[in-house]
Nanobody, 117 residues
Framework: VQLQASGGGLVQTGGYLRLSCAAS????????MAWYRQTPGMQRELVAF???????MYADSVKGRFTISRGNTKKTVYLQMTSLKPEDTAVYYC????????????WGQGTQVTVSS
C-alpha cells in the first residue's frame, strides 16, 4: 500500500491550500480515508474523514473551513483548506482504513502545512 500526500506549503493567515493523497495497492473505493495532523510533541489529531459511501466527519476546529472529498476513479482523497489559521500549522498525514483507529490501516508520508501570522 502506498499513500502519496502532496499540496502542503507556506501560506498566510486566511489563505487556502488543497492537499491531495494518491493511493495505490488498495481497493480504494471500499476504504474510509482520513486526514490527520501532528505538531511536534503532540499526538496525531484527526482532522476529517470520508467513508466509502461519502459520509464525512470533521474536527470541531476545522468545521466550516475544511472540506474532505474523494475521487474513486483517481484513487485520490483531497482536503480543501480555507481560512487557514496559524494553529493549522502541522504535518498533515493521510490514512486509509478505519478512521478512528491509529493502530490499524496505512499511512502516507506527511506533508507540511505552515500558516504564517
Amino acid at each position: 500500500v502506498q499513500l502519496q500526500a502532496s499540496g502542503g506549503g507556506l501560506v498566510q493567515t486566511g489563505g487556502y491550500l488543497r492537499l491531495s493523497c494518491a493511493a495505490s495497492g488498495i481497493i480504494f473505493s471500499v476504504n474510509s480515508m482520513a486526514w490527520y495532523r501532528q505538531t511536534p510533541g503532540m499526538q496525531r489529531e484527526l482532522v476529517a474523514f470520508i467513508t466509502s459511501g461519502g459520509g464525512t466527519m470533521y474536527a470541531d476546529s476545522v468545521k466550516g473551513r475544511f472540506t474532505i472529498s474523494r475521487g474513486n476513479t483517481k484513487k485520490t482523497v483531497y482536503l480543501q483548506m480555507t481560512s487557514l489559521k496559524p494553529e493549522d500549522t502541522a504535518v498533515y498525514y493521510c490514512k486509509a482504513g478505519p478512521p478512528l483507529r491509529t493502530d490499524v490501516g496505512s499511512w502516507g508520508q506527511g506533508t507540511q502545512v505552515t500558516v504564517s501570522s
